[in-house]
């Protein structure tokens, strides 16, 4: 499994300001992945991040919207831009390890937007 | 058509006893992998457990067991022995490809004392 750490836990935060969210995990991953739940809803992906190269977004999620970055093998960061109050979700990155692909997430950010 | 369905909303178990949540799942791939997780009310998403398409025999980790059952496309989780410390949302998961995963609409359990 891999050690996936998550900055900030929690957050409340005003409709219009933005938001980043980091992800750090213990070992050189290939794939980082940034899925939004919403409220009672399951799990949404959002975007699928390679080191090196541009974030592959899903129907319905654009850049503008949530930037992400990925420097290095071990780290990520989504931005919820210009928050309103349908982006509060809990936030969770996610990777993929051994030859089964096996998925592992973070602890999950959850934002509230007033 | 969904790709992965979960038909129990809800779910209530008496501690101690097992409890099956039920994941029926739909690909035409044939190599896919099935995986269970659950999620306390923290909000984090838990590993529990893995079933590969190939692998004939049921997956096992400790009190966790998944019924797979490939003709029928139905991987069900069991749980023995239920703990109070199991009441939690659970979602049934697939991937395709290498990493093209789906999600079922979650199952919560709730363990009565």
């Known amino acids: 499994s891999a050690v996936i750490s998550q900055k900030p836990s929690r957050d409340i935060c005003q409709r219009g300001t933005s938001l980043t969210i980091q992800c750090q995990v213990d070992?050189?991953?290939?794939?980082m992945f940034w899925y939004r739940q919403q409220p009672g809803q399951s799990l949404t992906l959002i975007a699928t991040a390679n080191q090196g190269s541009e974030a592959t977004y899903e129907s319905g999620f654009v850049i503008d919207k949530f930037p992400i970055s990925r420097p290095n093998l071990t780290f990520s960061t989504l931005t919820v831009s210009n928050m309103s109050p349908e982006d509060s979700s809990i936030y969770l990155c996610?990777?993929?390890?051994?030859?089964?692909?096996?998925?592992?997430f973070g602890p999950g950010t959850r934002l509230t937007v007033t | 058509a969904q790709k992965i369905t979960q038909t129990q909303p809800g779910m209530f178990v008496q501690e101690k006893e097992a409890v099956t949540l039920d994941c029926t799942y739909d690909?035409?791939?044939?190599?896919?992998?099935l995986f269970w997780y659950k999620q306390p009310s923290s909000g984090e998403m838990i590993f529990l457990i893995y079933?590969?398409?190939?692998?004939?025999q049921n997956a096992t980790e400790g009190r966790y067991s998944l019924n797979f059952q490939k003709a029928r496309k139905s991987a069900n989780l069991v749980i023995s022995a239920s703990q109070l410390g199991d009441s939690a949302m659970y979602f049934c998961a697939m991937r395709e490809d290498f990493n093209k995963f789906y999600f079922g609409s979650g199952t919560k359990l709730n363990v009565k004392p």
């Open positions: 690909t035409s791939d044939q190599s896919y992998g």
């Open positions: 996610s990777v993929t390890l051994g030859e089964d692909h096996e998925q592992y």
């Open positions: 070992s050189q991953v290939t794939m």
């Open positions: 079933q590969g398409s190939y692998d004939e």
